[in-house]
């Protein structure tokens, strides 16, 4: 399955580039770079400098570039959990749109 805008809630986000274009902590906006963990509550990103930052996903407001120069805005809030976490959310009737 392809990544598009409608779909990158239930997809794998490691390899993903990512930039943390709003978060309740100011000191993490605009970190950037590629997704190399994804826990329940946090990604961990490696910026281009090579540290890892380690940012929640509660209150934050990601932008995700997917193939193409596709980039989508995701709210933090609605990845909280595992991929396959969030697809059985769908399934329940939980909605991401």
Same mark, same amino acid.
């Given at each position: 399955?392809?990544?598009?805008?409608?779909?990158?809630?239930?997809?794998?986000?490691?390899?993903?580039?990512?930039?943390?274009?709003?978060?309740?902590?100011?000191?993490?906006?605009?970190?950037?770079?590629?997704?190399?963990? =994804?826990?329940?509550?946090? @990604?961990? *990103?490696?910026? /281009?400098?090579?540290?890892? &930052?380690?940012?929640?996903?509660? #209150?934050?407001?990601?932008?995700?570039?997917?193939?193409?120069?596709?980039?989508? =805005?995701?709210?933090?809030? @609605?990845? *909280?959990?595992? /991929?396959?976490?969030?697809? &059985?959310?769908?399934?329940?009737? #939980?909605?991401?749109?």
């Amino acid at each position: 399955m392809k990544y598009t805008r409608r779909n990158i809630y239930f997809h794998e986000l490691i390899g993903l580039e990512v930039e943390v274009i709003d978060h309740t902590d100011p000191t993490l906006r605009s970190v950037k770079g590629l997704v190399v963990d =994804e826990t329940k509550n946090t @990604l961990r *990103i490696l910026t /281009p400098s090579g540290e890892e &930052k380690v940012i929640p996903k509660h #209150g934050s407001k990601f932008l995700f570039k997917l193939p193409k120069t596709i980039s989508v =805005e995701v709210l933090g809030d @609605l990845i *909280i959990g595992r /991929p396959e976490e969030r697809l &059985k959310r769908v399934k329940r009737g #939980g909605r991401y749109e």
